[in-house]
């Protein structure tokens, strides 16, 4: 057998030889071991062809984008699109990516905070394959190293807020975890959509401490407000007094006031009020 250095100008003149042996050449080729296996497996193919037919045929769907590896090496350096695609069942390995938009849930994390509170905290995030290729050559298990990226990032986010910040900024932090994970998971072709702060779990000793802290501070606002009414309620009794003082039948008034009142809830006992200047008038006699 010759080795590729022996080969002859009269070979290299043969129809179709030369553009073989530049494709085996090309950076990135299969090689001419390759090629013969490729030629072999062919022959293997045409011979068998019947039974062969089902394992040449490969079907896409709409949602996924198919990778072929030839000889171990990626045949084009774009995906293959939904449809009908053929290939050599021993050189030929077909790996299909799912690009539809994909959900997980964060497991709860606990987490220290800040300020040394310990919470947990769970989430969900949403994300797709942009690149198949890169999906495939790049990581070994895209989805899983995702999973793992996701959590970690979590942790790493909320240890540098605190409590306060966590519990009212959950908005900003989803948006700063977004940030990370979509810069870190560029180099995978994974584009990450989304991502939410589901809960947040307090320690049962600190949420009893949060809730009398609320309580006190509401019992609080309800006395000042109670004081303020009393405030005001004795002022307008003051200006009353003054108005009543200086019309001494305005007083008369008020008895007979007071008297409808009574009269109209159905009471047995009526307590009438005396004038003082009725008894005065007496008093003299």
Known sequence: MRRHSDITS?????????SWLRAAERPGGIGCCGWVLVIMSGMFICFLFPLTLWFCLKIVKEYERAVIFRVGRIT???PKGPGLHFIVPCTDTLKKVDVRTVSF???P???LTKDSVTVSVDGVVYYRVFDAITAVANVSNADF?????AQTTLRNVLGTKNLAELLSDREGIAHNMKRSLDKATDKWGIKVERVEIKDVKLPHQLQRAMAAEAEAAREARAKVIAAEGEMKASRALKEASLVIAESPSAL???YLQTLNT???EKN??????????????????
């Open 76 to 78: 084009d350096r774009k």
């Open 252 to 254: 008369q008034l008020r």
């Open 10 to 18: 009269s070979d290299r003149s043969l129809p179709g030889f030369s």
């Open 109 to 111: 994390q606990e987490i």
């Open 105 to 107: 849930d964060i497991p």
């Open 268 to 285: 047995s006992t009526i307590i009438f009020p005396l004038p003082m200047e009725i008894m005065s008038h007496f008093m003299r006699k």
């Open 262 to 264: 009574i009269s109209a």
């Open 145 to 149: 190293s995702t999973h793992l990226l």
